[in-house]
């Protein structure tokens, strides 16, 4: 059984136990688990008979070589501050992590619709499908990669110049196992993170795990409002002239509603 800890997260633990039922009562059986929470060690008690325990220590990850930051950002502005730090051209080639399988897809489209050409890969995609994603990556045709931690497994991309964590997951150990897609071969790479209220716990244990603190950065959004205002004008471009003392109006209002929220 390979990837333990990943079935564990993708729920497929009951499906694991009942394959394990049908299978021969003699037999040689191996786990292997990149990490041991103790749902693991649970999993391996009942389907292992008096195993021997083998723990590989990993490889060093070379955290001297990677720049490692992290905006502290709500939410809903998370896309909105991932289409501007991509629209850098120092953004050469860039792995952007989610959570979830879902959560890809949307960044990916939304960063489509940005003008940024990118591609998803997740468990969601069929095998075709995951390597057309990885070859585009490769060969330059889509400069971000959208992945999911279980797809990531195995994806080894040279000259990843950025990974950002659009979420923070919520083992620490696959923090280490991002980042590490950058800095290889003795290059450079830097971490972004960004953390909403929601995942400072997250944070805090990954911080913990890699006896460092992230560099934080700043970030103002743009004003809602703004946005709100080129919107109307271009719908309303035609009507402008009819109703120009009530909309001035009622911009100015929502102009100062908008820019005393995003100041909150």
Known sequence: LDEA?????????????????????????LMFSATMPKEISDLASRILNEPVRIEVSPKPVPTDRIIEQVYHVGASAKRALLTEILRDPAMARVIVFTRTKHGANRVAE???????????IHGNKSQNARQRA??????????VLVATDIAARGIDVADVSHVINFELPNLPESYVHRIGRTARAGAQGIAISFCDPAERSFLRGIERLTKKTLT??????PPQSQRSAENRQGQNQGQRHQNHGHRGKSHGQGH???????AA
């Open 5 to 29: 800890d990943r079935m564990l997260d993708m729920g497929f633990i009951k499906d694991v136990s009942a394959i394990v039922r049908s299978l021969p009562k003699e037999r040689q059986s």
């Open 110 to 120: 939304n960063l489509d619709k940005a003008g940024i050409t990118s591609a998803a």
């Open 134 to 143: 990885l070859a585009d990556f490769k060969s330059g045709k889509a400069r």
């Open 216 to 221: 934080q950065m700043s970030w103002t959004p």
């Open 256 to 262: 100062h509603h908008q820019h005393r929220r995003a």
